[in-house]
DNA sequence: AGAAATTTGTCCGTATGTATC
DNA sequence: AGATACATACGGACAAATTTC
């Protein structure tokens, strides 16, 4: 198979079904998914795309991999295991991950509540104190 | 060389080179960064690991890929401290008010959650559309 | 305790399509 | 038209963590 991208990309779909299984409780929360060995037999897909595939819901924190392991479907308590703290720096990009606009968003962004967002927050340090806290919306249609 | 190394993923080591370069200014804001076949050549890498580190910068906004253009490294002093993109658009303050923090916030601030913070909330209009809203979190009484 | 199997992590090389200069 | 660069996709390989036997 060549490469014929018509409208989205097969890791595009992939992690569309994937969400939507782990949404409707298919996989319900803190199971494991697929392996990946798996899913590339399931969707007759190549390694890479399975992994890039999941790669889209792990940045939307939708699920958490471990080495040697597997890819379990997040549970809902593990939103803040964020976790890096190591730069010394004066502002530090701590997360990028896909959130559905509340209301305020819909509005300012014309779109309905709901619509996946992108959001990076960052902080801003002052020796070790954080002094500030920034989270940026854009649309996932990107810049 | 099949695979050598561990304790860093070649694409971070080369991803922090490239940060220090532009850091340090060896890179200066703005200036292309050396093209794919340089790095691939310079590093011994192979493409994709080169893309890799790239877009590892990318998402951190040190740098901004064009299509058919090249890499630059980013417009530090207007494009990282305020999260816009440098002289697009106009931004406007749309409100300030009193939230109580969530457990993300309240995490990065080491106060309790539901703590009143000041949050301030911005948008970047590039003509009549919305491209980023842009939200502040600071402790009361700190500026 | 140890070896094998499983699974994810990383890297390589290659190929095709698309967009821009 | 040609060069450059990006996005996507494939296949193969070895490394490392975990589980299973």
Redesign the pocket.
């Known amino acids: 198979?060549?490469?014929?991208?018509?409208g989205?990309?097969?890791?595009?779909?992939i992690a569309d079904e994937l969400r939507t299984r782990i949404e409707t409780g298919a996989i319900p929360p803190g199971a494991?998914?697929?392996?990946?060995?798996?899913l590339?037999a399931e969707y007759?897909?190549?390694?890479?795309?399975?992994?890039?595939a999941?790669g889209v819901l792990r940045e939307a924190r939708l699920v958490a991999?471990?080495?040697?392991?597997?890819?379990y479907a997040a549970l809902r308590s593990s939103e803040n295991e964020s976790g890096l703290l190591a730069g010394v720096g004066t502002v530090e990009l701590i997360r990028v991950r896909e959130v559905a606009a509340d209301e305020d968003l819909a509005e300012a962004f014309e779109v309905e509540a709901g619509t996946a967002l992108v959001e990076r927050q960052s902080v801003q340090r002052v020796g070790s104190a954080v002094r500030l806290v920034k989270r940026t919306y854009r649309l996932r249609g990107d810049d």
């Open positions: 198979m060549p490469t014929p991208h018509y989205q990309p097969r890791y595009r779909v494991l998914l697929p392996p990946e060995s798996a590339m007759r897909a190549s390694r890479g795309t399975i992994r890039q999941i991999t471990e080495h040697g392991r597997g890819t």
